[in-house]
């Protein structure tokens, strides 16, 4: 299982980012994706979720509005669209995937390595 985070960057406040994240190794289609990220001193956070069947989308209250998240299951990818960027949205952004349908799952859970994302002028 592979997951592989990209698209991350220094961008100004207000900017525009799209996060990529091709995934290998399971059956894709079967698998809530997520996008989480961490700042230093701070825990994880989940940012944003789509289902592996209906495609519905949960997102931090903190994100909603700007940030959409979109799958395409004949590229084993996921995608962060992230607009109107703050500084509090500087992070370490990653990909994760477990098996599972809308917001019930289950068996192993994957992690990407992450993609940095500043947001600073």
């Known amino acids: 299982v592979q997951l592989v985070e990209s698209g991350g960057g220094l961008v100004q406040p207000g900017g525009s980012l799209r996060l990529s994240c091709a995934a290998s190794?399971?059956?894709?289609?079967?698998?809530?994706m997520s996008w989480y990220r961490q700042s230093p001193g701070k825990g994880r956070e989940l940012v944003a979720r789509?289902?592996?069947?209906?495609?519905?989308?949960d997102y931090a209250g903190a994100v909603k509005g700007r940030f959409t998240i979109s799958r395409d299951n004949a590229k084993n990818a996921v995608y962060l669209q992230m607009s109107g960027l703050k500084r509090e949205d500087t992070a370490m952004y990653f990909c994760y995937a477990r098996r599972g349908t809308g917001t019930v799952m289950w068996g192993p859970e994957y992690w990407g390595r992450g993609t940095q994302v500043t947001v600073s002028s």
């Open positions: 789509i289902s592996s069947t209906d495609g519905s989308t």
């Open positions: 190794g399971f059956t894709f289609s079967s698998y809530v």
